[in-house]
Nanobody, 127 residues
């Protein structure tokens, strides 16, 4: 059974950066493309970023392009979301997810194609 554990959230002022790690256990990590979603209060969960199994391909939603970077260390079973130039619009609970298999990477922005989710970590950005 795949389990994901996230950390790294917190309260920051606009501008600085945060890095969110997401560690997978239970199955071979390179098997899974990974994705990041977020949910702000009163809104639906939205896609943020995704990375393929090797790290050679990443994709982002338009609002975070150039500010967020998705990466992974397969030797440590961990995916990362580096968030720079944070602004209050980035305030949300962030979730990492493991796609069902490499064959689902092209459907990265569909939450239904993920087989496991982290518990979520809250990021609050004040102005």
């Amino acid at each position: 059974q795949v389990q994901l554990v996230e950390s790294g959230g917190g309260l920051v002022q606009a501008g600085p950066f945060l890095r969110l790690p997401c560690t997978l256990s239970g199955r071979p990590f390179p098997t899974y493309p990974m994705g990041w979603f977020r949910q702000a209060p009163g809104t639906e969960r939205e896609f943020v970023a995704a990375i393929n199994w090797s790290g050679s391909s990443t994709t982002y939603t338009d609002s975070v392009k150039g500010r967020f970077t998705s990466s992974r260390d397969n030797g440590k079973n961990t995916a990362y979301l580096q968030m720079n130039s944070l602004n209050p619009g980035d305030t949300a609970v962030y979730y990492c997810g493991a796609l069902r298999s490499v064959h689902y990477y092209s459907d990265y922005n569909n939450s239904g194609t993920y087989s496991a989710w982290g518990q979520g970590t809250r990021v609050t950005v004040s102005s």
